[in-house]
């Protein structure tokens, strides 16, 4: 899968097999990841698009 998380844990999501992405969003399927909390926005739009609209 492919994710997004903060710099300091990187190495660990390439050694576990992510394809880690520098980019503030990534989405792949149900996966939804961010970088820090400053993308917490991104990440809120994305998991309701996710949900669907009630």
Do not use: K, Y
């Not at 503030?24 to 990841?33: A, W």
Request: glycine letters at 8%; one cysteine or more; aromatic letters at 4%.
């Amino acid at each position: 899968r492919r994710a997004t998380s903060t710099i300091s844990i990187r190495d660990d999501m390439v050694n576990a097999g992510c394809r880690w992405s520098d980019a503030p969003l990534v989405v792949d399927g149900h996966l939804i990841s961010s970088r820090n909390p400053g993308d917490l926005h991104l990440f809120a739009r994305a998991l309701v698009e996710q949900l669907g609209d009630p």
